[in-house]
């Protein structure tokens, strides 16, 4: 997987179309992200008892990976990742502006 966790992502496609946010976690096998505040769901629980009470809850949702852009730290646009050899490490690079990320 290309992106990595505190990377920024720009959502490009979904009802969070526009939102950018740092990931959070990241689900390789499944090919998903987790970003706070992008992707949120309402799930209404019953009471489990006198200590847990019922209501609803914000549910943070995972979302593929198809679905977001990455937003280069340098040039401020959302980019598509390279890897390029320094030595004996690769690293990746921002297609547009060739930066380091």
Do not use: W
């Amino acid at each position: 997987m290309k992106l990595k966790v505190n990377d920024t992502i720009k959502v490009t496609l979904g009802k969070d179309r526009g939102k950018t946010g740092k990931i959070e976690k990241i689900f390789p096998k499944k090919n998903m992200v987790q970003v706070p505040g992008i992707n949120v769901y309402k799930k209404h629980l019953k009471a489990q008892g006198e200590s847990k009470p019922g209501g609803i809850i914000d549910l943070v949702k995972p979302m593929y990976v198809s679905k977001v852009a990455l937003i280069c730290p340098k040039c401020q646009k959302i980019t598509r990742v390279g890897y390029q050899g320094q030595g004996k490490k690769k690293v990746r690079i921002c297609k547009k502006c060739k930066a380091i990320l």
